[in-house]
């Protein structure tokens, strides 16, 4: 007899094994440290309503906004350079999913929040956690939005001298998303973006003036207010050279633009453009941090939960000490992100309100680029360690972790890289004769004495007093060291503050809390993260360091 398929075929089996997915719940209810922070930080009479708002915006992430954020990824933007008729139309068309970003951004007032200022200086915080929980969601609107609040904040600033900016103002902080605009933020040209002043090439000439003589350097650059159309839709003399490839940040379209014929406003003194973008700059810088805090903690949220549902060697991943040791090394960098990006976004509040004592105004100037430079750090290193938790499966394009992972690459490099940060560090010391790192460091030691009475947090309390006393001993010598010794060593320095405040923060926040969690996570920060300060040289560092680099090389 003719034998069976069966019988004659061995059968590859495939078995019916699906991994169980990682699932996102509400992030606000599930991170503890935001909710302890607002609750320590926000005035009695806001609570209820930011406490609640809060976690309302974590309902609508899980249940509408992620899957948008997915779609954007999908869906990406395109360079439509021509109609069908062949007139050129340079229109950059995105997904239906990025409007409806725009439309959940402005009904849940992720600008508005700062400027309706109904819990006073506290209301940047509000706004800057809500941002924190949204943007891994956000298809990387949020990097429209930070620019907007740049660009909102500077309207406000500016509407008294010019009445144009009223009109922006009204719209870059509405709550209606048929109303409200987004801002870019144009400071980069082709031949480079960290020295402006000598990479500028666009000209700016006023109408009808017979002068065209051009301030060379930054001293010659201004900021100038424009509509990217004009009434009847056409573009402002603005052409779209082309749509950049880019590693990441996909769902969002940066292009090269030509500006040739574009009208546009002067806003403040000519010359004065880099002073006044910098304010600008520090919000972006901000919100940069904000989403250095999303994407990492958004891959521990989706790490722990997969932990618990993935098995290997007959036990789930979350009862591999081994596994579970890398997961609390991640949630104690997130956790020292998130104390950070906070903190400056409170000194910010009181700042704005007209609040902040000088020791405030001091450390929200020291700060800003500490926590940008730091942040942007950790998250792709968090992004990274993140990716690795899911094994092969963090590698699968259409799970959230490569994106995630891309993403977070772009963060110390736009707004400023982490060297030029480091040098806005020593640009605040300077330029403040001092004061910005003299109150940092007392502030710190206040933060010292604070928890005192805690046994339990010596071990924290030790290393940093340890590392302030390294750090005042490498000043006192970097005084009679030459300029060109500062600026080697400004990286270093920058980071290693960076660290030695955010090991403050957990450690004044456990002292807060008094939660057997936050004090694991002060003295681990500290034990791991203040051993390895690099920045002590000598000036021979210099000369070996160059040798080293370019032993061999020809060109
Ligand atoms: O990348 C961009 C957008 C990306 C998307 C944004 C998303 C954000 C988060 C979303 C996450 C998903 S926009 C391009 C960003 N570009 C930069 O950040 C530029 C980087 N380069 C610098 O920052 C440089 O340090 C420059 C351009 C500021 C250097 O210019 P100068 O002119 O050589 O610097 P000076 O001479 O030191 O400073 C000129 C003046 C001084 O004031 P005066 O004239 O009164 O003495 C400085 O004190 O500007 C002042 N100044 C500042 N003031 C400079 N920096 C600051 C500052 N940070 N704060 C206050
Ligand atoms: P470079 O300045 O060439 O830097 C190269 C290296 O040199 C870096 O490691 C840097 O740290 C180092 N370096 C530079 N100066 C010094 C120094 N003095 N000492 C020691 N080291 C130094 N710009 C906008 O204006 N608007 C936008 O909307 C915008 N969107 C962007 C979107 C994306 C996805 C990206 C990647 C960039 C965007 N940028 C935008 C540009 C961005 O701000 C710049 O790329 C960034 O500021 C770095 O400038 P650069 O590319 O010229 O790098």
Redesign the pocket.
Known sequence: SIPSREQSFAHERTGHFVQQKPVLTNPYEGNELIQDYILRHCPPEHFERVNSDLSKCGERIVNEVDALGDECERVQPYLKRTDGWGERIDEIVVSPAWYEQHRVSAEEGLIAIGYENESGSFSRVHQMAKNMLT?ASSG?Y??PL??TDGAAMISKSQRGNHDFLEEAYQNLTSRDGAQFWTSG?W??EKAG?????DATHTEARIIDDKNDKVTEG?RGLSMFYLKIRDAGGKLNGIQVHKLKEKLGTKQLPTAELILDGCEAHLVGEPGRG??LI?GM??V?RI??AV?ACSFMRRMVHLARDYATKRTAFKKTLSNHAAHVSTLARMEVDVRAAELLSLEVSRLFGKSENGQASKTEQDLM?ILT?LAKAQTAKQGMVVCSEGLECFGGQGYIEETPMPRLFRDAQV?PI???TST?MS??VL?SIQ?SSGSSLQSLLGDIQKKLSASADSEALSPSRNKIATAVKDILRFLKRVETESMEFQLKSARDFAFSLAKLYQATLLLDHAAFTRKESDIYAANLFAKNRLNDLIYDYDQASIKNEFDLVFANYQN
Do not use: F, Y
């Open positions: 943007g990387l949020n990097c930070a620019m933020q400071m980069t973006g960290s020295d402006v002043g930054s880099i002073p910098s700059l520090t972006t919100h940069n989403a100037r680029p963060l736009w707004e400023g030029v040098l806005d640009r330029k």
